[in-house]
């Protein structure tokens, strides 16, 4: 696999814009972070403030001295000899990426002057693949995160191939198989992308869309049917290192930062439920998301925008098995309506408690139309039985199948004469052909996504454009 830098491009310009030096009362660190209000953070953090739980963040690196992740970094890996060996370093001198959402998801706060991350007692594992990096990089980041106890894996990054290359899929596979939950940033429209990206892709995967100020899909952020959730997206502020901005904080939009959003709530849901596994909590944060777009999974919002406060609280059915793995056949959304065309054929959740509506519809359906139809097929029978004539039983004329004019009343029929054969006891029709689900079953599939590679970016650290492999979503 060839090496490829990591690109660092905003959704809707062409680089990070920096904080103003100087800030007026609305636009400190704390006035700009519009989301927390939105999303309602301040109410969650009174139930949980995400203690207890790991997030490992594959990037460029993540640098520890910054004042709003002191204490909050762990010592952890670097995947090529290019980056920090404990990851404990940014190597992005243009966006300081991974820094960026590190302080999103676990930002320590403290003022107005201060990032406050989602979840800001959870701690940062960082995983660091150096200014560049492999697609074998992005492989052994989420190896290496899963056996070093990544409760949660953040990948604001994309892979610049069409398809997910097998040993990504296998490394993601392993991943969840170890209890991760795995988010990854959809991709942008300003960085070439025009379809969800891998590893947003690869099915089992949180693949994160954004939304602007208002609620409404943010136009920077791509779309499509393996969309699972979408997160605050537009002017998100963060942390970054001296070299990228003076002050310490940059702005900017991009699925990337949405992204780091959902890994800090599903930190606050692990927090909250630290009995839960991966594919419990991962329907206890789809199954509690506001529906957004059309009825049902869309390719903008997927289940709809996050709702931490809903996620830590509402009650959610068990689950024995990842969510967005579930399902071998088309069928109903989440709320019960018909597939339409152009829907999501791929993962999708069976959801029978929460819509109770839902849930009779379809006991009813699984239970009845068998019933029904083999109402209809007696019925059928026994009309048959009565109105079809006898066999003929020679070339008599007359009407096919009656006995000749004159044919002696006494006289026994002939051989074979008398009605139908009766159906066989027990007869009905078969449950239904290998395979059968009930209606409603969700599918499973995912179309191959279809990216391309980011430009190049003026000030672009190593030499040469960048081959197909990792770039960084922001």
Not at 33 to 61: C, E, F, N, R, S
Not at 329 to 338: C, N, W
Not at 436 to 447: E, K, L, N, S, V
């Amino acid at each position: 696999m060839g090496a490829a830098v990591l690109a660092f491009c905003a959704a809707l310009a062409p680089a990070v814009t920096v904080a103003p030096a100087s800030a007026r009362a609305a636009d400190t660190v704390r006035g700009l972070q519009w989301y927390l209000d939105y999303l309602k953070i301040p109410a969650a953090h009174q139930i949980t403030k995400g203690a207890g739980v790991v997030v490992a963040v594959v990037d460029a690196g993540v640098e520890a001295s910054h004042p709003d992740l002191r204490g909050q970094v762990l010592a952890g890996h670097g995947t090529n000899v290019t980056a920090a060996s404990d990851g404990r370093r940014d190597d992005d001198k243009v966006k300081g990426h991974g820094t960026s959402m590190a302080g999103i998801i676990a930002g320590r706060g403290g003022g107005t002057t201060h990032e406050l991350g989602i979840a800001p007692a959870a701690k940062i594992l960082p995983v660091s693949m150096g200014a560049r990096s492999s697609t074998e990089d992005v492989v052994l980041g989420v190896r290496w995160a899963a056996d070093n106890g990544a409760d949660v894996i953040n990948l604001s990054l994309r892979i610049a191939q069409p398809v997910a290359p097998p040993e990504l899929v296998d490394a993601i596979n392993y991943a969840l198989s170890k209890n991760a939950v795995v988010v990854a940033s959809a991709g942008n429209i300003e960085q070439g992308d025009r379809e969800v990206t891998a590893p947003a892709n690869i099915p089992g995967v949180v693949a994160v869309t954004g939304f602007d100020k208002r609620g409404g899909f943010f136009a920077g952020s791509v779309q499509g049917p393996e969309t699972v959730i979408a997160s605050p997206m537009e002017s998100i502020i963060a942390p970054a290192p001296k070299v990228v901005s003076p002050n310490g904080y940059s702005l900017s939009s991009g699925t990337s930062s949405a992204g780091a959003i959902i890994s800090g709530v599903v930190a606050l849901i692990r927090a909250k439920y630290p009995k839960l596994d991966a594919p419990n909590v991962i329907s206890r944060l789809i199954e509690t998301a506001r529906e957004a777009g059309p009825a049902g999974r869309d390719p903008q919002f997927g289940f709809g925008r996050v709702d931490p406060v809903a996620a830590l609280t509402r009650s959610v059915p068990a689950v024995t098995a990842n969510p967005l793995l579930k399902g071998e056949a088309a069928g109903p959304t989440r709320s019960g309506g018909a597939a339409r065309p152009g829907d999501d054929d791929g993962p999708a959740v069976e959801f029978g408690v929460t819509n109770k509506a839902g849930a009779i519809v379809q006991v009813g359906l699984c239970v009845g139309v068998p019933i029904i139809g083999l109402i209809v097929l007696f019925v059928v029978l026994r009309r048959r039985r009565r109105r079809t004539p006898p066999a003929a039983v020679g070339p008599y004329p007359g009407a096919p199948g009656m006995p000749p004019p004159g044919w002696p009343a006494t006289q026994p029929p002939p051989a074979g004469y008398g009605p139908p054969q009766q159906p066989v006891p027990g007869y009905g029709p078969p449950p239904g052909p290998p395979g059968y689900r009930p209606p409603g079953y969700p599918a499973q599939g995912h179309p191959p996504a279809q990216t391309a590679p980011a430009p190049g970016t003026s000030g672009w650290p190593g030499s040469g454009p960048p081959s197909p492999g990792p770039h960084q979503q922001q």
